[in-house]
């Protein structure tokens, strides 16, 4: 059966009361607060929970405030922040024994039953609880318009519960890396038709104007979420970063902005404006065209001294009003 966008907005944004209530300071501060909108001639801004990476808080209410605070009305909520405001057990470490060496037996039994537990867990939390925090935020004025949390190596029980939270979040499509496992993109395609939420596939710097063909012909509701950062470092293989915007504006879900610098100039991550990363030509064709996908804010590049995530998102997000003005 075949889906068009809006029947997948449509579904996917359909409300649900929260089942409890929530944090009452949070809810307070944040409905004492200026109700963010980083929506700018048409254009929709958001960002993504791994700009706040460097922020000491990592809870679902904190990463709220700092994107309230940074002026943001919409964000791609991975899965950390997300498992851990449903009650979902701590995060696995790092994969490597200490300094480096090889995991001993004793530590890699311990990983195992670790992901046994998150699995487990997951697959009997009550999805009301992600419906509170879709309450939350929304309340707050944040959409949550994507998560991050599929991986091709789980099991269909564990594909189910990740679209069933995308759903309960308010989520138009679900974002992971992109694979060339064809089998997979498939399988994929298949789940996120029956739920009507887009899969959409993240790319670093193997973006390229080919780069999506097998995930777009595998299924309908197979997307992209393109990182045009990553695109220019990767080269601009086979064509520009607004070309493929030109050429797939409606098979992306949503995108991801950086400034990066191409490889002949050592592919950095630089602060917005003083890359190669065409951004406001990015944005201005976005503008032009009334195309409504989000375009995600990511820092990566170094917070710099006296600064810090939250400042840097604003200042990112206030260069995309100068270059939309």
């Avoid at 649900?16 to 048409?42: F, M, T």
């Avoid at 759903?167 to 499509?173: M, Q």
């Avoid at 003083?274 to 944005?283: E, H, S």
């Amino acid at each position: 059966m075949d889906y068009t966008r809006r029947d997948f907005g449509k579904l996917a944004l359909a409300g649900v009361p929260a089942a409890a209530l929530l944090e009452r300071s949070l809810v307070v501060s944040l409905l004492g607060a200026e109700r963010p909108n980083s929506v700018i001639n048409g254009v929709h801004i958001g960002t993504i929970t791994y700009s706040y990476r460097s922020m000491p808080d990592q809870s679902a209410q904190a990463v709220l405030k700092y994107v309230v605070d940074s002026g943001i009305s919409a964000i791609e909520l991975m899965n950390g922040p997300a498992e851990s405001f449903a009650g979902g057990p701590a995060a696995q470490r790092g994969r490597g024994g200490r300094r480096g060496r090889p995991q001993t037996p004793d530590e890699q039994a311990a990983q195992r039953g670790a992901a046994d537990h998150l699995k487990n867990w997951r697959l009997s939390v009550s999805m009301d609880k992600y419906r509170a925090l879709r309450k939350m935020y929304t309340d707050a004025g944040v959409t949550i318009y994507a998560g991050k949390c599929l991986t091709p190596s789980m099991s269909d029980e564990e594909f189910e519960y990740v679209f069933n939270v995308a759903e309960a979040l308010g989520c138009t499509h679900t974002t992971l890396e992109l694979t060339d496992d064809v089998a997979q993109l498939k399988r994929i395609g298949a789940f996120a038709e029956k739920h009507k939420i887009y899969a959409a596939y993240h790319t670093h710097t193997q973006g390229s104007m080919t780069a999506f063909d097998q995930a777009f012909a595998a299924s309908k509701a197979n997307l992209a979420n393109v990182d045009l950062g990553h695109y220019v470092a990767g080269g601009n293989v086979g064509g520009s970063t607004l070309q493929f915007l030109e050429k797939f504006h409606d098979r992306i879900a949503s995108f991801r902005l950086k400034d990066r610098t191409t490889p002949e100039h050592g592919a950095k991550n630089l602060p917005w404006g003083t890359g190669d990363t065409p951004l406001k030509q990015i944005l201005q064709l976005v503008k032009k065209n009334k195309w409504t996908m989000p375009a995600a804010i990511e820092i990566e590049y170094d917070v710099p001294p006296g600064s810090d995530a939250v400042k840097e998102v604003a200042r990112c997000l206030q260069y995309c009003r100068d270059a939309l003005a």
